[in-house]
């Protein structure tokens, strides 16, 4: 399991961008564990009732965005529950027009997944245009408390 030594793992909580960084190399840990331990690169989603699937664009827009918050990336670290367990929240949108990294699909499902004593996770999946593959586009966190809050 990717987070069975959470404990020992020290999450900077500031915004330099040592802090940044140190974050990025964090998440980015998290997903190459997770890659080596999962070999359909995929987890079932209970509420699509379909697989969500991990590709390159997840793993670099999660770094980028999840990296820029103490909570977020304490989020990516249930990247096995989110994944799973997120639920869509109201029809899926079209994806931005002036976003490359979104031209391949045909829409975006926003989702969100309860994280227990910390708030919420929000799971952005994107639909593939031709094969309407979902592919995780990115885990942040909303609504999650500060650690002074729990």
């Known amino acids: 399991m990717i ?26 840990e998290v997903y190459r564990k997770w890659y ?11 509420n699509l009732k379909d697989y969500i699937n991990i590709r390159f664009v997840s793993i670099n827009e999660t770094i980028h965005h999840a990296s820029r918050s103490f909570l977020s990336t304490l989020a990516v670290l249930q990247i096995d529950l989110i994944l799973r367990n ?14 490359k990294k979104q031209e391949d699909f ?11 004593g910390m708030g919420t996770a929000k799971l952005t999946v994107g639909v593939k245009k031709k094969s309407g593959m979902k592919i995780q586009y990115c885990i942040t966190a909303i609504g999650i408390k500060k650690p002074s809050e729990l």
């Open 3 to 28: 987070t069975e030594n959470i404990e020992k793992i020290f999450i900077p909580s500031g915004d330099t961008k040592e802090e940044i960084k140190e974050r990025e190399k964090i998440i980015s």
């Open 106 to 116: 045909s829409e975006i499902i926003i989702m969100e997944c309860p994280l227990i």
């Open 86 to 99: 997120a639920y869509q929240i109201g029809k899926p949108v079209k994806p931005k027009l002036d976003n």
């Open 36 to 46: 080596d331990n999962n070999l359909s690169k995929s987890v079932f989603n209970h």
